[in-house]
């Protein structure tokens, strides 16, 4: 847990840039209007870069971690602020901004399929205004002044999945991936209690091929017992429903996903070879017909103002569900009008989904604490008597720092609101002032670290107060934890528990010495048989060999994330170089800032830093640069396919996509997922998707996979 506290990690400090959005905090509505103060071409693209970084890290905590950090909203005003920005300075524009695509890609644990039916996103609303809006949009583009039927369905909070009948047998089941590719989870999701695994054909003339998409989800009681259960057999608990369904989803045993008891709504149609009814209504009672479960609570309104009563009326009635919802989809009711509007890259235009608020409590807080991270950073945090809040007990929350302590003027013995929106770290969001009785007492921050009692420091660039002590232990524990976590070098079993007995103990002082701890050593330790034990070690072991980008991302150089990581593996072809680099040479890379490169630099000043490297070197580390020639060719635009953009599509028989993706970028060129009017060629391999039909449409050079290997041939790098 200390780690989701540290928030001072990596979101770059006040002044470099302007209007930065930290990472944890939900900005007011009313500040929606985007980089007011962003006037040149170089703060937008500076700005840009960070955006795209964020919004690619919390895709993939969304996606692919399942433990989201922000919530829907602020999500939203990152990807607002970045297609502001697109749409201001065109120049800037790139086909794989996120702001053109849906989500993350797979994980690659599982088989891949590509949607032939992509599976967008829905784009929301958090008003009654907004879903006006909306009503107004879609009378515009239909070019009637008619009140609009709408159906409302509640917004199941789960995961997406969808499943692919073939003459009334579930051929397979998939996730929704980034939404043009999901990767296939048919084993466990035919342990899921509510999906068909055969349709029921009485009197009905069955589609060769139905796809049904809907919602996988885990009623609240059942996952208390089954989270209850998890942590009861010494593993690690899951924050909400929604992240146990995701990481059942995913289970490579499909026994262990059948004791746990998911469910599932269905609500769409993907592919369908026949027929289908003309309404959205009658599409859901044909699915009821067929065998499907249907969220009983959905109702047909005949204008927009009895979607806002229905908003009215769940807004409250939501929490009696013994499932968690957290919006309502509105829907357009007539199916050919779905046509005629269309979608967006990201989502259709004829639904939305309107938010609930962020669920809020009162409670009293009895502390604040202050938690030291990787960076040194000590960050205040609110100690609470237990309180209910959106499915599961809140006692601690977020303060971020001392500024924010003196901006909301809590003191100890406050009653407080905390408000958690969907999953994310709950967070005090305004004091009852009203409610004080004098006997309250103002926060004083400690001037010495927590942890290791050096000074702290605060400097005059950022709001993070740091303990500066190098040896600081509380400092060492959580850079372990990042050098174990999943983007960095993904040592399972290397969890807070483990971590707080190796440097309470001694048996570590700095990240190398991990490479030395052997079974005996590890299996003496309080939760740790020999079994665990040794799986560690070779975890450790295994990790020695991870892409030099998860290595430089897992020394926890500061401001470097995932992305920024990429962008030097890219660019450096190994260590040694990245250290040779100079400030104006790091800073001279796309997405990197002054003092983001200052960082840097610094970092590979440091002799302790390099002293760590040797010592990394010496106990077997040798990542490998994956990323540097095809980042470098990209970057400084080379090679024979510069300025032509690709879309793959259908399964190529002489390489994978990957190869071809990589022998596209080594020449210059770049691939992208979606087909538009800027699409040079489309690749068709075999069982291509709707790609296809849309470069046809769009008149788009279709090439086969004959044609693009002579391709490769004469154009070799
Ligand atoms: S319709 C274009 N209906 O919400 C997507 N989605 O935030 C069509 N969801 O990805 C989906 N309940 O996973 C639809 N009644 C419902 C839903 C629903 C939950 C999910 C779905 C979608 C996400 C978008």
Same mark, same amino acid.
């Given at each position: ?8 990690k ?21 500040e ?26 919390? %895709? ?17 005003l ?7 920005l697109?749409?201001?300075?065109p ?14 890609r ?10 032939e ?27 009637? %002044? ?96 929604r ?20 469910r ?120 609470l008597?237990?309180?209910f809040?959106?499915g599961?007990?809140?006692?601690r ?48 921050f400690?001037?010495t ?81 020999k ?47 990245m ?37 990394l ?46 022998q ?9 997922e ?44």
């Open positions: 847990m200390a780690d989701l506290f540290d928030f001072a990596e979101s770059p400090p006040r002044g470099e840039g302007k209007n930065k959005s930290k990472r944890h905090e939900a900005r007011p509505l009313s929606t209007a985007p980089s007011p103060e962003i006037t040149t071409l170089e703060e937008a693209a500076k700005r840009v870069a960070w955006l795209r970084s964020e919004i690619e890290r919390h %895709n993939h905590l969304y996606y692919v971690e399942a433990r989201p950090e922000i919530t829907d909203r602020e999500y939203d990152l990807v607002q602020e970045l297609a502001e697109e749409s201001r300075f120049e800037l524009r790139v086909p794989e901004s996120p702001t053109q695509r849906v989500g993350e797979p994980t690659g644990a599982f088989q891949q399929v590509v949607h039916v992509p599976m967008l996103s829905i784009s929301n609303a958090y008003s009654q205004g907004e879903l006006r809006e909306f009503d107004a949009r879609i009378k515009k583009l239909l070019g009637t %002044n008619e009140d609009i039927e709408y159906v409302v369905e509640l917004k199941i909070d789960g995961v997406a999945v969808t499943l692919m009948y073939e003459n009334g047998t579930l051929a397979y089941a998939a996730t929704r991936g980034d939404g043009v590719r999901g990767e296939i989870v048919t084993a466990n999701v035919l342990t899921v209690r509510d999906v068909p695994h055969h349709l029921d054909q009485k009197g009905v003339n069955l589609p060769r091929r139905l796809e049904v998409r809907g919602e996988v989800y885990m009623e609240k009681a059942d996952f208390e017992r089954v989270n209850a259960e998890i942590i009861a057999s010494g593993g690690e608990g899951f924050a909400n429903p992240n146990l369904t995701a990481g059942t989803l995913k289970l490579l045993d499909p026994s262990i996903a059948a004791r746990r008891p998911l599932m709504f269905h609500y769409a149609v993907g592919v369908c070879d026949g027929p289908l009814p003309s309404t959205h209504a009658e599409v859901l009672r044909w699915l009821s017909s067929l065998g499907f479960h249907v969220n009983p609570h959905w109702t047909l309104c005949r204008s927009i103002e009895d979607v806002i009563e229905k908003t009215v009326e769940w807004e409250s009635k939501r929490d009696s569900l013994p499932y968690g919802t957290d919006g309502l989809v509105v829907k357009v009711n007539r199916r050919d009008w779905w046509e005629r509007l269309g979608t967006t890259a990201k989502s259709p235009r004829y639904m939305i989904a309107y938010k609930f608020s962020a669920e809020q409590a009162v409670t009293r807080l009895i502390d604040i604490q202050c938690q030291v991270g990787r960076t040194g950073a000590v960050t205040p945090v609110a100690i008597e237990p309180v809040l959106a599961s007990t809140i006692s929350a977020t303060l971020h720092n001392a500024d924010e302590i003196a901006r909301l003027d809590v003191r100890i013995g406050d009653q407080v609101v905390i408000e958690k929106a969907g999953d994310i770290i709950p967070k005090v969001v305004r004091v009852l002032t009203s409610l004080r009785t004098g006997k309250e007492r103002r926060f004083e400690p001037t670290c927590p942890e290791c009692g050096a000074p702290l420091v605060r400097s005059q660039y950022e709001v993070a107060i740091r303990c500066v002590n190098a040896s600081c232990p509380g400092q060492l524990r959580e850079r372990i934890l990042h050098y174990a976590s999943r983007d960095a070098m993904d040592i399972e079993g290397l969890g807070e528990v483990l971590v707080n007995q190796l440097v309470e103990k001694k048996l570590v002082a700095d990240l190398a010495d991990l490479y030395h701890l052997t079974v005996e050593q590890l299996s003496g330790l309080e939760r740790m048989g079994k665990s034990a040794s799986n560690v070690v070779r975890e450790i072991e295994e990790s020695k060999g991870r892409p030099l980008h998860n290595f430089v991302y897992a020394l926890g150089i500061r401001y470097v994330g995932a992305a920024t990581a990429k962008l030097l593996c890219q660019r450096f072809p190994d260590l040694q170089a250290e040779r680099a100079s400030k104006e040479e790091l800073a001279s890379i796309e997405g990197i800032g002054d003092v983001v490169a200052e960082s840097i630099y610094q970092f590979f000043r440091s002799e302790r830093n390099l002293a760590l490297l040797e010592k070197e010496q106990a077997g580390v040798r990542p490998q640069n994956t990323l540097w020639r095809t980042g470098q060719e990209v970057q400084q635009g080379e090679g024979p396919f510069v300025g032509k953009t690709f879309v793959l599509t259908g399964a190529l028989s002489s390489m994978t996509r990957d190869e071809a993706r990589r596209i970028e080594l020449r210059g060129g770049k691939v992208t979606s087909v538009s009017s800027k699409t040079s060629f489309v690749v068709v391999g075999a069982e291509p998707g709707s790609k296809l039909e849309k470069a046809r449409k769009l008149g788009i050079p279709i090439v086969g996979e004959q044609e693009f290997l002579r391709m490769l041939e004469q154009s070799k790098p």
